[in-house]
């Protein structure tokens, strides 16, 4: 069993920055694409950003553009999510995980079924 461990939420005013990290336990990381999606109390979860085994294609949901970037270290079975300019409506509980099933499109990867492990999520809080 892969553990994925989210960390670095808290609270923080609109228009200021966090940056989440994901460190996913093995030796198998390089292998897997990863994502983050968040969910807020009575919303759906939602695809926030996500990234190639290799790093080497990222993609955005449309709210992240411009504010949000996913990184990855593979050599630290490390992957960030850097957010910029939050806004209150960023409150939520922000999910890392990674995949087995070879996403390779948007839609894809956009889909948390495309995902086999998740961490327990870290909270986002932005103050008004």
């Known amino acids: 069993q892969v553990q994925v461990v989210e960390s670095g939420g808290g609270l923080v005013q609109a228009g200021g920055s966090l940056r989440l990290s994901c460190t996913a336990s093995g030796r198998s990381f390089g292998r897997h694409a990863m994502c983050w999606f968040r969910q807020a109390p009575g919303k759906e979860r939602e695809f926030v950003e996500g990234?190639?085994?290799?790093?080497?294609?990222?993609y955005s949901a449309e709210f992240a553009k411009g504010r949000f970037k996913i990184s990855r270290d593979n050599a630290k079975n490390t992957v960030y999510l850097q957010m910029n300019s939050l806004k209150p409506e960023d409150k939520a509980v922000y999910y890392c995980a990674a995949e087995t099933r070879g996403a390779a499109r948007y839609s894809e990867y956009a889909d948390r079924r495309s995902y086999d492990y998740w961490g327990q999520g870290t909270q986002v809080t932005v103050a008004s």
């Open positions: 990234i190639s085994a290799s790093g080497g294609v990222t």
